[in-house]
């Protein structure tokens, strides 16, 4: 069976191996764009990320297994999988632990003034400041009960946070005191000191921060971003912060990335840019070639 693997993972000799001792003929290619190093139709399953933005999956006619290492399902084409029956797999659980901690980093962040002091330390001030806020007794809501969103509810809970799920069922979820429906969220918003996004993107999901929303958020609330852009109506956020400097937003994807430095983003005292990073962690490159090995055996394995 034909393996092809991309550069979007770095992949050891030793790990080459252990994929032929498991019955396939391992082909690399460094570029997801570049040359094919065998021809398309007799690829029979991938490990990849954005192969298919460069390559029709028509053409890939013996294509039977694909192994994304993103969590999201964004860049493949997911309706032409479902028909032809491609079994798809995602870098499940291998981005929750570093994603769920930069979510409670930038919260602590704002709540503990770590600019405040970054800044009087850097100018050797003793400076102390008497606006210190806790986690304790905060009520959160994680947008995407999913494996992102347990994983920064379990943070939060800890710290002894109320957090409400919203997701596509109210099935008691580990780690959440309460679930809700997320089409309920814009008329609880003024609820909620932070708002924490973890969902996917999808046509119920885009934009489900709107300008109503935003405006409608509670008295000194913080929102994170740490899912994707579009999950979020940028130009209008952009106008709501420049009207409520109560709200302060941590984003670490956007609409377009990366991006643009003539966005207002950058320049805003009550906004928290990075550049899509919360997912990098030391941890990940175990974690994703333990989900990749564990899926192409069990796909072998039901193929014989």
Request: aromatic share 10%; with cysteine; proline share 3%.
């Amino acid at each position: 069976m034909n393996l092809l693997l991309t550069g979007c993972f770095k992949y050891t000799e030793a790990q080459m191996k252990s994929f032929r001792d498991l019955g396939y003929d391992v082909y690399f290619m460094q570029q997801e764009s570049g040359e094919l190093p065998i021809p398309v139709s007799l690829i029979d399953a991938t490990v990849c990320n954005g192969l298919f933005l460069s390559y029709e999956i028509d053409e890939f006619t013996n294509l039977k297994f694909i192994q994304l290492t993103s969590a999201g399902f964004d860049r493949v084409p997911i309706d032409k999988i479902k028909e032809r029956g491609i079994a798809l797999n995602n870098a499940q659980g291998v981005y929750s632990v570093p994603m769920a901690e930069w979510a409670l980093y930038r919260v602590l962040e704002r709540y503990k003034q770590g600019w405040f002091f970054k800044q009087e330390q850097s100018a050797a001030r003793w400076t102390k400041h008497r606006g210190l806020w806790e986690v304790t007794g905060r009520k959160v809501a994680i947008v995407g009960a999913g494996n992102v969103g347990q994983e920064v509810a379990k943070r939060f809970n800890i710290l002894g946070a109320e957090i409400t799920g919203f997701d596509i069922h109210t099935n008691e979820t580990q780690c959440f005191d309460h679930m809700a429906l997320t089409d309920t969220l814009k008329n609880r918003i003024n609820d909620f000191d932070i708002i924490i996004l973890t969902a996917p993107l999808l046509p119920s999901t885009e934009k489900i921060i709107s300008r109503e929303v935003m405006m409608s958020m509670k008295e000194n609330a913080m929102l994170v971003n740490i899912a994707r852009g579009g999950l979020i109506d940028e130009q209008a956020m952009c106008e709501v912060l420049s009207l409520r400097k109560d709200v302060f937003v941590a984003l670490d994807v956007f609409e377009l990335e990366p991006l643009s430095s003539n966005s207002p983003l950058w320049l805003m005292e009550n906004v928290a840019v990075s550049p899509h990073n919360s997912f990098v962690s030391d941890g990940n490159n175990a974690r994703m070639f333990d989900v990749i090995y564990d899926n192409l055996k069990l796909f072998i394995n039901s193929q014989s």
